[in-house]
């Protein structure tokens, strides 16, 4: 058994987070090999997600905590929750459960065994089912190749917003990650295999969301700019 902290960045979500915090409570239910806490990280939302985040931590006292970080950008927010866990293991999935939640003992079991540092999902590799557009499966497809000839990571899909991580690998990747948006994922895994740290591909079926708030064009210019700054200036070191 291990104790796990499931992240779940929100920014304007105040519309979905109560459904996707009780579907995921469920699930968790039937999954008690590990001691889970959700936590919810409002990130700089003006719409009353922080309101609805602390209704459902007093609902659920111990199994779901709200958490305010006042910045945008998602990597700050994950950043935030996963330095300040006391958790053996942390996660991370996007509210609108896009990803299957049946992968996530595959996400965090070998991580709890010791087997593994960094688990993430990935939509690209032959097992996984993926439901979405061409332009987004291009976009992504375009962007595994530039990541894995230019940046040399040795994965299938940088960017599924479904990761996990051993804490104590955490505490000695995070500070050497500077993206704090959407290149944050990438930069975690390149960085985290550039030093040495054991990282574990999780297939995944995945439905596109429709309501997704994700900026293509811009979400593209901030990740080929963080693989520019990391080839200028080199994969950073970590101190174990």
Same mark, same amino acid.
């Given at each position: 058994?291990?104790?796990?902290?499931?992240?779940?960045?929100?920014?304007?979500?105040?519309?979905?987070?109560?459904?996707?915090?009780?579907?995921?409570? #469920?699930?968790?239910?039937?999954?008690?090999?590990?001691?889970?806490?959700?936590?919810?990280?409002?990130?700089?939302?003006?719409?009353?997600?922080?309101?609805?985040?602390?209704?459902?931590?007093?609902?659920?006292?111990?199994?779901? #905590?709200?958490?305010?970080?006042?910045?945008?950008?998602?990597?700050?927010?994950?950043?935030?929750?996963?330095? &300040?866990?006391?958790?053996? *293991?942390? #996660?991370?999935?996007?509210?609108?459960?896009?990803?299957?939640?049946?992968?996530?003992?595959?996400?965090?079991?070998?991580?709890?065994?010791?087997?593994?540092?960094?688990?993430?999902?990935?939509?690209?590799?032959?097992?996984?089912?993926?439901?979405?557009?061409?332009?987004?499966?291009?976009?992504?497809?375009?962007?595994?190749?530039?990541?894995?000839?230019?940046?040399?990571?040795?994965?299938?899909?940088?960017?599924?917003?479904?990761? #996990?991580?051993?804490?104590?690998?955490?505490?000695?990747?995070?500070? *050497?990650?500077?993206? &704090?948006?959407?290149?944050?994922?990438?930069?975690?895994?390149?960085?985290?295999?550039?030093?040495?740290?054991?990282?574990?591909? *999780?297939?995944?079926?995945?439905?596109?969301?429709?309501?997704?708030?994700?900026?293509?064009?811009?979400?593209?210019?901030?990740?080929?700019?963080?693989?520019?700054?990391?080839?200028?200036?080199?994969?950073?070191?970590?101190?174990?």
């Amino acid at each position: 058994m291990a104790t796990v902290d499931l992240v779940i960045p929100c920014y304007n979500e105040a519309h979905v987070i109560a459904d996707s915090v009780g579907r995921t409570l #469920a699930f968790l239910d039937t999954h008690p090999e590990h001691e889970w806490r959700i936590v919810i990280a409002d990130n700089a939302s003006t719409d009353g997600t922080l309101d609805v985040a602390r209704g459902l931590q007093a609902a659920h006292p111990g199994r779901v #905590a709200a958490l305010h970080i006042p910045v945008k950008g998602r990597g700050l927010a994950l950043r935030n929750a996963w330095l &300040t866990s006391d958790a053996e *293991v942390c #996660a991370y999935m996007d509210v609108d459960l896009s990803t299957d939640l049946k992968h996530l003992p595959e996400l965090i079991d070998p991580l709890a065994a010791n087997e593994a540092d960094v688990s993430f999902g990935t939509r690209l590799d032959p097992r996984s089912e993926t439901v979405r557009g061409w332009q987004r499966e291009f976009t992504s497809r375009s962007y595994v190749f530039i990541l894995r000839w230019f940046g040399g990571l040795k994965v299938s899909d940088a960017q599924c917003g479904f990761k #996990a991580i051993r804490t104590d690998a955490a505490r000695a990747l995070l500070p *050497v990650v500077e993206d &704090t948006g959407w290149f944050f994922d990438s930069e975690l895994l390149l960085v985290a295999q550039h030093n040495g740290y054991r990282l574990r591909e *999780v297939p995944v079926k995945w439905i596109d969301d429709p309501d997704s708030r994700v900026n293509i064009i811009k979400t593209a210019t901030g990740d080929l700019k963080g693989l520019w700054r990391l080839r200028r200036g080199g994969i950073p070191q970590a101190v174990r």
